[in-house]
Protein backbone atom coordinates (compact mmCIF):
# COMPACT_ATOMS: atom_id res chain seq x y z
CA UNK A 1 0.00 0.00 0.00
CA UNK A 2 1.36 3.46 -1.23
CA UNK A 3 1.90 6.13 1.81
CA UNK A 4 0.96 9.60 1.58
CA UNK A 5 2.95 12.17 1.62
CA UNK A 6 1.61 13.18 5.29
CA UNK A 7 2.56 9.65 6.52
CA UNK A 8 6.61 9.84 4.80
CA UNK A 9 6.72 13.17 6.50
CA UNK A 10 5.79 11.40 10.04
CA UNK A 11 8.24 8.41 8.93
CA UNK A 12 11.07 10.69 8.41
CA UNK A 13 10.66 12.74 11.22
CA UNK A 14 10.35 9.76 13.75
CA UNK A 15 13.08 7.36 12.11
CA UNK A 16 15.36 10.67 12.31
CA UNK A 17 14.16 11.62 15.93
CA UNK A 18 15.16 7.58 16.97
CA UNK A 19 18.19 8.41 15.45
CA UNK A 20 19.52 11.13 17.20
CA UNK A 21 18.25 9.00 20.39
CA UNK A 22 20.17 6.04 19.39
CA UNK A 23 23.35 8.27 18.76
CA UNK A 24 23.11 10.69 21.97
CA UNK A 25 22.73 7.22 23.69
CA UNK A 26 25.87 4.84 21.64
CA UNK A 27 28.30 8.13 21.73
CA UNK A 28 29.20 8.50 25.53
CA UNK A 29 29.14 4.72 25.42
CA UNK A 30 32.19 4.86 23.00
CA UNK A 31 33.64 7.56 24.58
CA UNK A 32 33.67 5.80 27.56
CA UNK A 33 34.93 3.05 26.39
CA UNK A 34 37.33 4.93 24.01
CA UNK A 35 38.64 6.90 26.82
CA UNK A 36 39.50 3.71 29.15
CA UNK A 37 42.15 2.63 26.27
CA UNK A 38 43.42 6.11 25.77
CA UNK A 39 46.75 7.06 27.08
CA UNK A 40 46.73 9.00 30.34
CA UNK A 41 48.28 12.33 29.39
CA UNK A 42 46.21 12.40 26.14
CA UNK A 43 43.08 12.66 28.30
CA UNK A 44 44.62 15.37 30.66
CA UNK A 45 45.79 17.27 27.73
CA UNK A 46 42.98 16.81 24.89
CA UNK A 47 39.84 15.02 26.82
CA UNK A 48 38.03 12.85 25.45
CA UNK A 49 37.87 12.14 22.30
CA UNK A 50 36.78 8.80 19.60
CA UNK A 51 40.18 9.17 17.57
CA UNK A 52 42.50 9.33 20.18
CA UNK A 53 46.32 9.64 19.16
CA UNK A 54 47.99 7.06 21.27
CA UNK A 55 46.04 3.99 23.12
CA UNK A 56 47.08 2.65 26.29
CA UNK A 57 45.74 -0.40 28.32
CA UNK A 58 47.38 0.53 31.51
CA UNK A 59 43.91 0.84 33.08
CA UNK A 60 42.71 -2.40 32.77
CA UNK A 61 46.14 -3.61 33.73
CA UNK A 62 45.93 -1.63 36.71
CA UNK A 63 42.66 -2.73 37.37
CA UNK A 64 43.06 -6.84 36.50
CA UNK A 65 45.83 -6.41 39.34
CA UNK A 66 43.44 -5.75 42.01
CA UNK A 67 41.94 -7.68 44.67
CA UNK A 68 39.46 -5.04 45.30
CA UNK A 69 37.87 -5.25 41.83
CA UNK A 70 37.46 -8.86 42.06
CA UNK A 71 35.85 -8.90 45.40
CA UNK A 72 33.71 -6.39 44.24
CA UNK A 73 32.36 -8.59 41.50
CA UNK A 74 32.12 -11.38 43.55
CA UNK A 75 29.69 -9.57 46.17
CA UNK A 76 27.80 -8.03 43.63
CA UNK A 77 27.30 -11.09 41.14
CA UNK A 78 26.06 -12.92 44.73
CA UNK A 79 23.53 -10.40 45.80
CA UNK A 80 22.09 -9.93 42.09
CA UNK A 81 21.53 -13.42 41.74
CA UNK A 82 20.39 -14.25 45.25
CA UNK A 83 18.33 -11.17 45.31
CA UNK A 84 17.31 -11.53 42.02
CA UNK A 85 15.73 -15.50 43.03
CA UNK A 86 14.23 -13.65 46.27
CA UNK A 87 12.88 -10.91 45.04
CA UNK A 88 11.28 -12.88 42.05
CA UNK A 89 9.23 -15.47 44.43
CA UNK A 90 8.25 -12.48 47.06
CA UNK A 91 6.85 -10.04 44.49
CA UNK A 92 5.30 -13.05 42.42
CA UNK A 93 3.88 -14.73 45.29
CA UNK A 94 2.80 -11.55 46.86
CA UNK A 95 0.86 -10.32 43.15
CA UNK A 96 -0.99 -13.78 43.05
CA UNK A 97 -2.20 -13.00 46.10
CA UNK A 98 -3.39 -10.03 45.31
CA UNK A 99 -4.67 -10.48 41.91
CA UNK A 100 -6.41 -13.38 43.38
CA UNK A 101 -11.02 -12.66 43.59
CA UNK A 102 -10.91 -15.24 46.81
CA UNK A 103 -8.23 -13.28 49.17
CA UNK A 104 -10.83 -12.03 51.16
CA UNK A 105 -7.91 -9.12 52.62
CA UNK A 106 -6.86 -8.33 48.51
CA UNK A 107 -8.23 -4.77 49.06
CA UNK A 108 -6.19 -3.54 52.85
CA UNK A 109 -3.16 -5.63 51.03
CA UNK A 110 -3.16 -3.68 47.59
CA UNK A 111 -3.47 -0.44 49.81
CA UNK A 112 -0.96 -1.72 51.96
CA UNK A 113 1.26 -2.10 48.03
CA UNK A 114 0.35 0.88 47.15
CA UNK A 115 1.19 3.46 49.70
CA UNK A 116 4.69 2.86 49.23
CA UNK A 117 4.77 4.14 45.79
CA UNK A 118 3.80 7.54 47.38
CA UNK A 119 5.22 7.96 50.61
CA UNK A 120 8.35 6.58 52.73
CA UNK A 121 9.46 7.18 56.11
CA UNK A 122 12.73 8.82 55.50
CA UNK A 123 16.12 7.66 55.21
CA UNK A 124 17.10 8.06 59.28
CA UNK A 125 13.71 5.65 59.67
CA UNK A 126 15.02 2.97 57.24
CA UNK A 127 18.42 3.39 58.73
CA UNK A 128 17.61 2.76 62.33
CA UNK A 129 15.30 -0.60 61.15
CA UNK A 130 17.91 -2.08 59.31
CA UNK A 131 21.26 -1.29 60.94
CA UNK A 132 19.36 -1.64 64.86
CA UNK A 133 16.66 -3.60 65.16
CA UNK A 134 17.13 -6.04 62.03
CA UNK A 135 21.13 -5.90 62.79
CA UNK A 136 21.98 -6.00 59.38
CA UNK A 137 25.03 -3.45 59.43
CA UNK A 138 28.24 -5.13 57.97
CA UNK A 139 26.23 -7.50 56.67
CA UNK A 140 25.82 -8.56 53.06
CA UNK A 141 21.72 -8.95 53.65
CA UNK A 142 22.13 -4.92 54.02
CA UNK A 143 22.54 -5.03 50.35
CA UNK A 144 20.12 -7.37 49.38
CA UNK A 145 16.55 -7.10 51.98
CA UNK A 146 16.09 -3.62 51.34
CA UNK A 147 15.39 -4.18 47.74
CA UNK A 148 13.69 -7.32 48.12
CA UNK A 149 9.94 -6.11 47.12
CA UNK A 150 9.06 -3.34 44.90
CA UNK A 151 5.79 -1.88 44.88
CA UNK A 152 5.78 -1.04 40.84
CA UNK A 153 7.00 -4.35 39.91
CA UNK A 154 4.38 -6.15 42.08
CA UNK A 155 1.60 -4.66 40.49
CA UNK A 156 3.24 -5.48 37.09
CA UNK A 157 2.97 -9.08 38.23
CA UNK A 158 -0.75 -7.86 39.57
CA UNK A 159 -2.14 -7.14 36.17
CA UNK A 160 -0.73 -10.12 34.38
CA UNK A 161 -1.69 -12.61 36.49
CA UNK A 162 -5.28 -10.88 36.09
CA UNK A 163 -5.34 -11.85 32.49
CA UNK A 164 -5.03 -15.74 33.44
CA UNK A 165 -8.00 -17.03 32.71
CA UNK A 166 -9.90 -18.54 36.04
CA UNK A 167 -10.83 -21.79 34.33
CA UNK A 168 -7.50 -22.80 34.48
CA UNK A 169 -7.01 -22.62 38.23
CA UNK A 170 -10.75 -24.20 38.76
CA UNK A 171 -10.09 -27.10 36.75
CA UNK A 172 -6.38 -27.99 38.71
CA UNK A 173 -8.75 -27.44 42.13
CA UNK A 174 -11.18 -29.96 40.46
CA UNK A 175 -8.04 -32.45 40.08
CA UNK A 176 -7.32 -31.70 43.99
CA UNK A 177 -4.31 -29.03 43.84
CA UNK A 178 -3.91 -26.83 46.42
CA UNK A 179 -2.92 -23.22 46.57
CA UNK A 180 0.92 -23.65 46.04
CA UNK A 181 0.56 -26.01 43.00
CA UNK A 182 -1.79 -24.37 41.41
CA UNK A 183 0.90 -21.29 41.62
CA UNK A 184 4.15 -23.40 41.14
CA UNK A 185 2.42 -25.79 38.57
CA UNK A 186 -0.07 -23.78 37.05
CA UNK A 187 0.48 -19.87 37.26
CA UNK A 188 4.55 -20.32 37.32
CA UNK A 189 5.20 -21.82 34.01
CA UNK A 190 2.51 -20.03 31.82
CA UNK A 191 4.32 -16.51 33.17
CA UNK A 192 7.91 -16.50 32.25
CA UNK A 193 7.46 -13.62 30.34
CA UNK A 194 6.09 -11.35 32.77
CA UNK A 195 9.17 -12.82 35.41
CA UNK A 196 11.89 -12.51 32.62
CA UNK A 197 10.98 -8.66 32.88
CA UNK A 198 10.49 -8.26 36.28
CA UNK A 199 13.52 -10.72 37.11
CA UNK A 200 15.50 -8.00 34.33
CA UNK A 201 14.47 -4.91 36.66
CA UNK A 202 15.54 -6.65 39.68
CA UNK A 203 18.86 -7.38 38.63
CA UNK A 204 19.72 -3.99 37.43
CA UNK A 205 18.28 -2.55 40.66
CA UNK A 206 20.83 -5.10 42.69
CA UNK A 207 23.44 -4.75 40.03
CA UNK A 208 23.11 -0.88 39.96
CA UNK A 209 22.93 -0.27 43.34
CA UNK A 210 25.53 1.50 45.31
CA UNK A 211 23.15 3.44 48.09
CA UNK A 212 23.14 0.36 50.26
CA UNK A 213 26.74 -0.40 50.69
CA UNK A 214 27.37 3.31 51.11
CA UNK A 215 24.79 3.01 54.39
CA UNK A 216 24.96 -0.10 55.80
CA UNK A 217 28.56 -1.60 55.02
CA UNK A 218 31.77 -0.36 56.27
CA UNK A 219 33.34 -3.48 55.28
CA UNK A 220 35.45 -3.14 52.20
CA UNK A 221 35.23 -6.54 51.61
CA UNK A 222 31.44 -6.55 51.40
CA UNK A 223 31.58 -3.46 48.90
CA UNK A 224 29.70 -3.84 45.78
CA UNK A 225 31.38 -3.36 42.60
CA UNK A 226 29.29 0.25 42.21
CA UNK A 227 30.29 1.89 45.47
CA UNK A 228 33.90 1.03 44.45
CA UNK A 229 33.38 3.09 41.33
CA UNK A 230 31.16 5.64 43.05
CA UNK A 231 34.31 6.05 45.94
CA UNK A 232 36.77 5.91 42.31
CA UNK A 233 34.17 8.70 41.08
CA UNK A 234 34.41 10.96 44.16
CA UNK A 235 37.97 10.57 45.49
CA UNK A 236 40.85 9.49 43.72
CA UNK A 237 42.59 9.26 47.07
CA UNK A 238 40.54 6.44 48.47
CA UNK A 239 40.69 4.65 44.99
CA UNK A 240 44.18 4.37 45.39
CA UNK A 241 43.33 2.77 48.48
CA UNK A 242 41.22 0.10 46.96
CA UNK A 243 43.08 -0.33 43.78
CA UNK A 244 46.77 0.22 44.60
CA UNK A 245 48.12 -0.43 40.83
CA UNK A 246 45.75 2.25 40.27
CA UNK A 247 48.56 4.84 41.35
CA UNK A 248 51.39 2.97 38.71
CA UNK A 249 49.58 4.34 35.53
CA UNK A 250 50.53 8.01 36.13
CA UNK A 251 51.61 10.34 38.28
CA UNK A 252 49.31 13.25 37.36
CA UNK A 253 45.97 12.89 39.37
CA UNK A 254 43.36 12.15 38.89
CA UNK A 255 43.36 8.98 36.75
CA UNK A 256 40.26 9.55 34.35
CA UNK A 257 41.31 6.03 32.71
CA UNK A 258 40.75 3.69 36.01
CA UNK A 259 37.68 5.37 36.49
CA UNK A 260 36.51 4.85 32.46
CA UNK A 261 37.74 1.20 32.89
CA UNK A 262 35.81 0.22 35.56
CA UNK A 263 32.91 1.55 34.57
CA UNK A 264 33.44 -0.42 31.56
CA UNK A 265 33.70 -3.29 33.72
CA UNK A 266 31.20 -2.79 35.84
CA UNK A 267 28.04 -2.05 33.32
CA UNK A 268 29.89 -5.11 31.20
CA UNK A 269 28.18 -8.21 32.29
CA UNK A 270 24.65 -6.80 32.76
CA UNK A 271 24.43 -5.23 29.11
CA UNK A 272 24.62 -9.37 28.42
CA UNK A 273 21.38 -9.93 30.04
CA UNK A 274 19.10 -7.66 27.23
CA UNK A 275 20.05 -9.90 23.99
CA UNK A 276 18.81 -13.16 26.43
CA UNK A 277 15.89 -11.72 27.72
CA UNK A 278 14.51 -9.50 24.79
CA UNK A 279 12.44 -12.16 23.65
CA UNK A 280 10.10 -12.03 27.06
CA UNK A 281 11.16 -8.17 28.08
CA UNK A 282 8.61 -6.65 25.44
CA UNK A 283 5.93 -9.62 25.65
CA UNK A 284 6.07 -9.50 29.28
CA UNK A 285 5.61 -5.75 29.40
CA UNK A 286 2.76 -5.20 27.10
CA UNK A 287 0.84 -9.17 28.07
CA UNK A 288 -1.22 -7.80 30.46
CA UNK A 289 -1.86 -4.26 29.29
CA UNK A 290 -4.74 -5.28 26.92
CA UNK A 291 -7.74 -7.75 27.74
CA UNK A 292 -9.36 -9.89 25.13
Request: hydrophobic residues 55%.
Amino acid sequence: MRQSVSDRIFSIAAYGILSLFTLFCIVPFLLMVIGSFTKESELIVHGYTLFPKHLSAAAYDALLQSKALYQGYGVTVLITVVGTVCALCISAMLAYSLANKRNVVQTPLLLFCYLPMLFSGGIIPFYIVVSQWLHLQNSIWALILPLLCQPFLVFLLVSFFRTVPDELEEAARIDGANEMRVFFQIIIPISKPILASVGLFYALYYWNDWFMGLMFVDNEKLFPLQLILRRMVSNMEAAKNLIPAAAAISTEAPTYGVRMATTVLTIGPIILLYPMLQKYFVKGLTVGAVKG
